[in-house]
């Protein structure tokens, strides 16, 4: 009787704690959709829109490029040494770096809005074989810069809140992705520079 009961207790929290990872799953997807479409809105919004027409005196916007590549040079480093710290088993220094890495991606966000806020785009002068490799390098980068997004955020949020499973499932895509992001970012801003 005392194991059934026993049994019973412990069938009735499992489908409790079930309960609340998917209704707290369900809130991961709704802030990463939500916090999407406010990026990847503004960033569209900036490459369609106007933008400012004013005057800016002493200030150099080409030095804002500059710290994009910075930053995501930042974010390179932080993935990578995340990678190194998972695949050792110490989360610890997993998440440190994580948190250093949403960090450096939110400052290079404030420094590329900024920037495509206050100038026009730089088109890139090069031709030939390089503008191929140019072009093909800027448009993947851009195709998955909008994709990492959402899959950052839910593999952030799935890491923070202890759903082990369901973030190794998207990490394992989010982390490739968001390196090639960060290093490709790199090298399109290398390749850009000298037409700024």
């Not at 920037?115 to 026009?120: F, K, P, R, V």
């Amino acid at each position: 009787m005392i194991d059934e009961r026993q049994r019973r207790i412990e069938q009735l929290t499992t489908q409790k704690q079930t309960a609340d990872s998917s209704a707290s799953d369900k809130q991961n997807v709704w802030i990463a959709v939500i916090i999407t479409i406010i990026v990847n809105g503004l960033i569209a919004y900036l490459i369609f829109a106007e933008g400012f027409t004013g005057h800016i005196d002493h200030f150099d916007l080409t030095v804002l490029p500059m710290l994009n590549a910075i930053f995501n040079s930042f974010t390179t480093v932080f993935l990578a040494m995340a990678l190194y710290f998972i695949l050792r088993k110490n989360i610890k220094a997993h998440r440190r770096f994580i948190y250093a890495a949403f960090i450096s991606t939110s400052l290079f966000l404030m420094t590329y809005v900024t920037y495509h806020y206050l100038a026009e785009s730089t088109s890139y002068g090069g031709t030939g074989i390089l503008a191929g490799i140019y072009y093909f390098i800027l448009i993947t980068h851009i195709i998955l810069a909008a994709m990492i997004v959402p899959l950052a955020i839910l593999s952030f949020l799935r890491g923070v809140r202890n759903q082990v499973e369901k973030h190794k499932k998207i990490a394992r895509w989010t982390m490739p992705l968001w390196l090639y992001v960060s290093i490709t970012g790199v090298i399109v801003y290398l390749m850009i520079s000298p037409y700024y």
